[in-house]
């Protein structure tokens, strides 16, 4: 019997879904895909200084390594492509993205902040997936 894995239907800086019955609702496959992608690279890491010391410490205090930080590097000096470089680093890290073929990454400036656009393919099923997102200041 193949067991699935769900996580609670939680989309970045929203509350927790409901399901009919008044229980929470469970995200698996597809959402869940794009709910643990978008909180990878919506968490800023901690940043350090050359020491290797915390100057600012991370959204996650147990794991203060982990995320993209893209709402840090609205209104930096960070490039498209420096920015489409981290989002693909951080994406290969998540087991439901296909290697191969690698994310297509488009990253636009809009007023703010920027617009983001992955194609990208689920590993488990081969579907083509698409998510797009906006990181405002």
Known sequence: MQQIL????????????????????????????KQRILRRLLTNPAQKDASGNVIVAGDYIFHPDYGAGLPRLVGSLASPAEIRAL????MLMEASV???????????????????????????TGTPIVLAFNVNK
Do not use: F
């Not at 296909?98 to 617009?115: E, H, L």
């Open 6 to 33: 769900y996580d609670i239907s939680h989309y970045w800086s929203g509350d927790c879904s409901a399901a009919a019955n008044g229980d929470l609702l469970k995200a698996s496959d597809m959402e869940r895909s």
């Open 87 to 90: 989002i693909r680093g951080q």
């Open 98 to 124: 296909a290697r191969n073929p690698p994310p297509d990454i488009t990253v636009t400036a809009i007023s703010d902040g920027i617009n983001v656009q992955i194609n990208y393919t689920d590993a488990s």
